[in-house]
């Protein structure tokens, strides 16, 4: 381990120790008011409704009680959590750095992909996947072919199952996975993510090998192994003190094209941007933001 690496979690270990200590004498405050289009952040009322949208529209996340002694949020919702995800490949294996690379963007320190990057060389909005379905009204005059037959579809689509099955069953050996959890963080007022990884062979990973999996620029940063609040364990956990600069950023983006998020969908668009910090741990984030 570096000196850098030394010095950086030790830094991130006080930190979370004064924290700890001033919430216990009560000297960090709750967020009450609803601030998510100023400054990116969420009560833990609106932190409650954006978890429901997202176990409602992605079924791999489910609410957990935890503990229960959170005692700002429902006994029966105090954090998300997302089991055994899939993770192929190591950050660090393979080239998957050239995939990924940093950039200072006007959405802060976080990284976009490679064909992101271009397209906001070549002076297009990144959209993470949000769409407008307010013009996607089919007007009759559509110019795209006719759909094949219908055996013909479900002939590939059998294809392809079939491929993917085996692609499966030659990957288990070598396969990582991973829980995730989302608690929110009362300091921050944002959501904060935990990671606990396994390897092939079902053993917890160690910090080194969870590491492998984190970009670069976060792994030596803003990521430590810290006792989760809801279960009591070590976890590998990204610092949440930039998440509400960055959300607050792609808030305003999409207010300046006339598109309002609702505060619900925060966790839908923080879970696509969290992609740039797990670029190969593949849990879902796939799930369009309809405005």
């Not at 270990?13 to 008011?33: A, K, M, P, R």
Request: charged content about 25%; aromatic content about 8%; proline content about 3%.
């Amino acid at each position: 381990m570096s000196v850098q690496q030394s010095f950086t979690d030790l830094k991130n270990v006080f930190h979370s120790t004064v924290v700890s200590v001033s919430d216990s004498l009560g000297l960090v405050s709750l967020q009450t008011e609803s601030e998510f289009h100023q400054k990116g952040v969420l009560t833990p009322q609106e932190f409650v409704s954006a978890g429901d949208l997202l176990v409602l529209k992605c079924t791999s996340w489910t609410w957990s009680p935890g503990q229960g002694n959170i005692d700002y949020l429902p006994k029966d919702k105090q954090c998300l959590i997302t089991r055994k995800v899939a993770c192929r490949q190591s950050y660090k294996s393979d080239g998957q750095k050239d995939k990924t690379q940093s950039i200072q963007s006007e959405v802060g320190d976080w990284e976009l992909t490679a064909e992101e990057q271009q397209e906001e060389k070549d002076g297009k909005e990144v959209t993470l996947g949000v769409v407008d379905t307010r013009t996607q009204a089919d007007d009759g005059d559509s110019d795209s072919e006719p759909v094949g037959d219908m055996e013909d579809f479900v002939d590939e689509e059998i294809d392809l199952i079939e491929d993917s099955a085996a692609a499966k069953q030659s990957d288990f050996e070598r396969l990582r996975s991973y829980d995730i959890s989302i608690t929110y963080d009362k300091l921050y007022a944002t959501p904060r993510v935990w990671l606990f990884g396994y390897s092939e062979n079902n053993q917890p990973l160690t910090s080194k090998q969870i590491f492998m999996d984190i970009s670069d620029d976060h792994a030596q940063k803003t990521v430590t192994m810290e006792t989760h609040p809801c279960f009591g364990n070590s976890w590998a956990t990204i610092h949440p003190c930039k998440h509400s600069h960055v959300m607050q950023k792609f808030v305003a983006r999409s207010a300046d094209s006339g598109h309002i998020l609702r505060v619900d969908q925060y966790l839908l668009l923080f879970l696509k941007v969290l992609g740039a910090v797990l670029p190969t741990i593949n849990y879902d984030n796939t799930h369009e933001i309809e405005l």
